[in-house]
């Protein structure tokens, strides 16, 4: 049997149908039905955050939030990402100037970040990564300085909270991502927390073809509308949100137990104030006996599908070659960390007996 890397979580099959089945009477599927419209107030509830959209994907989420603070310039982002980052900017229109990271956090260094602003830079955008918070106040303090939005790009960090506080609330603007392989998902689906009542009026025109109302159409939007079977999906996930976090957090305890204190392992740390969704296992192999690609490839020969997460840096993509400020070796921090981290399997229903046999696997 193989063991790939993350495995999606889902309800129970009966309530998924239970959940859906008003639709088969409505016959609204899609354009913010009641489950689109109950799914921003439930979430907005447990985000504490004042203002919400809801989209298709957490991409298409990236896309229309700067477009909606109508940015045009430099972007300030880190290479330690997904892909979407970066794509989403440079799709926008906008140049992508990366800082380097943190290297425990693997989030933007905030001691890097203010000699990169310039008279270009029109806003910053860092990445909390693995569930990992950015340094949301030092951010917050440089950015107000330079006056200077902040979106953060939040797919790792739902149901992360500082200190009583959710990762929807810092900055300006998060996007979180709910893919079918986040701690929570709709199958397919994204959204963005705002403070600005206009900016979220903004988002819901630009996912909606640009209609403002019924008669007029206000920007040259696109279609990024979340569908009702999707936004069910996400009732029935947030119900067991809490349920799945505690799972993943015995898994991670697990590992923490097999793999902590052996040298050349770096294992990902949570600050006390940080209440974690365990999102991610990474690992950094740094000086152990096999670098990372080894086990990898030990792993995967006994069905352990591990993953490179992430890897390459977006400044090191094919797509980008050749192109100005698309160098990694400008932030050697994240080149070091791209080189040697792997993600291992987590996820809520992982046996433990299988998390042994992983680090058997990687120890012996």
């Known amino acids: 049997m193989t063991i790939n890397v993350t495995r999606s979580s889902m309800p129970p099959f009966e309530e998924y149908c239970e959940e859906i089945r008003e639709l088969w009477d409505s016959h609204w599927l899609t354009n913010m039905g009641s489950k689109h419209q109950q799914l921003e107030q439930e979430l907005k509830h447990f985000l504490g955050c004042e203002e919400i959209a809801l989209f298709t994907n957490g991409h298409l989420a990236l896309e229309n939030v700067i477009e909606a603070f109508r940015l045009q310039g430099e972007i300030i982002t880190t290479p330690f990402t997904f892909a979407s980052t970066t794509h989403a900017i440079v799709r926008c229109g906008c140049t992508p100037v990366f800082c380097d990271i943190d290297p425990r956090t693997y989030t933007m260094d905030p001691e890097k970040l203010e000699a990169l602003i310039t008279d270009k830079t029109v806003a910053i955008l860092p990445v909390h990564v693995y569930g990992n918070l950015c340094d949301v106040d030092r951010i917050g303090e440089i950015a ?36 079918a392989t986040k701690v929570f998902n709709t199958v397919e689906g994204g959204a963005v927390c705002c403070r600005s009542a206009e900016i979220q009026r903004r988002l819901c025109d630009l996912k909606n073809f640009g209609i403002h109302d019924e008669e007029t159409v206000a920007y040259v939007g696109g279609n990024a509308k979340m569908n009702e079977f999707c936004a069910a999906m996400g009732l029935c996930n947030l119900r067991h949100l809490q349920e799945e976090i505690e799972k993943r957090r015995l898994v991670a305890q697990h590992y923490d137990e097999r793999l902590g204190g052996i040298p050349g392992l770096q294992l990902n740390a949570h600050p006390a104030e940080i209440q974690p969704n365990f999102a991610y296992y990474p690992v950094v192999f740094d000086g152990f006996r096999l670098n990372r690609d080894e086990v990898f490839a ?16 977006t400044s090191a993509f094919t797509c980008y070659a050749g192109k100005a400020g698309f160098d990694p070796t400008k932030t050697p921090v994240a080149a070091h960390v791209a080189e ?6 987590m996820y809520a229903d992982l046996p433990i007996e299988t998390v042994d046999r992983i680090c058997d696997l990687i120890l012996q």
């Open 340 to 345: 040697r981290v792997l993600t291992l399997p």
């Open 298 to 313: 030990r792993l995967a020969e006994n069905g352990i599908i591990p993953r490179k997460y992430f890897y390459p840096l």
């Open 144 to 179: 107000a300085r330079h006056g200077l939005p902040v979106i953060y790009d939040a797919a790792h960090s739902f149901g992360v909270f500082r200190n009583g506080v959710s990762s929807a609330c810092f900055g300006d603007a998060a996007m979180f991502s709910f893919h």
